[in-house]
């Protein structure tokens, strides 16, 4: 049997951590391209070892994150950092977090605040790398676009010539469900993507074992503890947020399913913040795979009402796709809270069916947001669309409701599921429980 010495494993690789030692540059449309082929952008692929590209990507992603970052704070968002709820970095002895929001000064002055629920997998800000990366440039592909479309919208409506500090403006809170790994030894928070990418003692050694207890920030150690943790201690923190302020939600991806699974459970004690709230990507809505926490009265009537959903399609941008469809089961009490409120759930039912296919069941309006492959593309695509509806809500005010859109046949046919080509017996059988969960498995 032989074993190799230390000194003989291959080097972990290393990289600049800026763009021109990287090779690459940011050009006048804020593209990012390679300076010995000024017409290629940043490539993943450039190595056969995988150690060498991982390593190599997160060069080129801390160069992005930094940069994303100073053109925010030029955009008066700046980081607070979580659990001090200070702008000051904590001590690194302190595990910690940052979001980043309008300065608190300002921001307990607004009286409208967008929230945004990122990707759990994106680094803070970040909407799509491969947007980024690529055409779409660095603004497009992070918040920096969103928040100048909206400093523009207010420039626009000349209120004020100092744009930053005035009443039109709102203010700005985006969590970051991302980096919720932190490392004493970088003294930072990070990804999974990013943890993987540390330097280690050889090319080969295995990624830092990640602590249960040591490597998370206390209180934010799921997505879900982390949208509830902000939502107690900074929406609701009348030091940074006025009583009377509505938020606007944004809810991006699975980080957008995530928020409203807190929001479900929570919605007696936040119901009055929110104004509305959009979705990118939304997860399929299916009424047996819901959580009982969206049978809540109020809940599932705001949905309705007050938010929507931009869908990957292949369609033009907000093309209306599906109304609300609520369920039709029969209800039954199930269960009663300790301060005597009490809910719903539906009898367990099939899917309804028209026509013989099986029909979405859908909470809120969905809308094209005008990309067919990747729902991570919808925000750089879809944000001015998102600050449009929400100028609409703010305009009609508490008794804002969704109207009723017009939705083709083409398009109601498409977003119909086929039954299981496979046959499930008598139409008595389709109709049983079992056959429901076997129509789910194989549709």
Known sequence: MFKRIPASLPKDPTWPHNFKGLGFF????????????????????HNTNERWNDVHREAMH??????????????????????????????????????????????????????????????LAIWAYRVLSREGGIDVGSAVAFIKDILARAAARQIDSSITNNDEVPGIIILNPGQLLYSYKHARA???????ALPRKSAVHPPATVHPEYNHIPGNKTVE?????????????????????????????????????????LWPRY????????????????DEGLPRAFFKPGFKEFLAAKAKGWEV??????????????????????????????????????PRKENGRIKDVVLFPLVSGG??????????????????????????GEGYENDAMVVSDEIKAEREWPES???????????????????????
């Open 271 to 286: 119901q009055d913040k929110i104004a509305a709230m959009a979705l990118t990507g939304p997860l399929p809505m299916i």
């Open 26 to 45: 940011i050009d006048e449309s804020q593209r990012i391209k390679s300076i010995e082929y000024p017409t290629d952008y940043f490539r993943f692929y």
């Open 62 to 123: 801390e160069c992005i994150r930094h940069e994303v970052l100073a053109r925010l704070a030029k955009l008066n968002v700046n980081p607070l950092y979580i659990p001090t709820l200070s702008t000051e970095r904590p001590s690194t002895t302190i595990a910690h977090i940052p979001i980043l929001t309008t300065p608190p000064a300002e921001l307990r002055q607004k009286k409208r605040i967008i929230v945004i629920v990122n990707r759990v997998f994106e680094d």
């Open 371 to 396: 990309n067919s492959q990747y729902d991570e593309c919808i925000m750089p695509i879809a944000g001015g669309s998102i600050l449009d509806w929400f100028e609409e809500v703010a305009a009609k």
């Open 421 to 443: 080509p496979f046959g499930l017996g008598s139409e008595t059988e389709q109709d049983s429980n079992v056959g429901f969960h076997e129509v789910q498995s194989e549709g």
């Open 190 to 196: 990070m990804t999974p993507v990013a943890w993987d």
């Open 313 to 350: 399609s292949s369609h033009p941008l907000d093309t209306p796709l599906s109304n609300p469809t609520p369920p039709e089961p029969a209800y039954k009490l199930i269960d009663a809270s300790t301060d005597g409120t009490t809910f719903f759930m539906p009898d367990v039912a099939p």
């Open 225 to 265: 503890e982390h949208i509830e943790y902000v939502l107690g201690n900074v929406i609701a923190n009348e030091e940074l947020v006025a009583k009377d302020a509505k938020c606007y939600l944004i809810g991006l991806g699975d980080g957008g399913q995530a928020l409203m699974n807190v929001l479900a459970e």
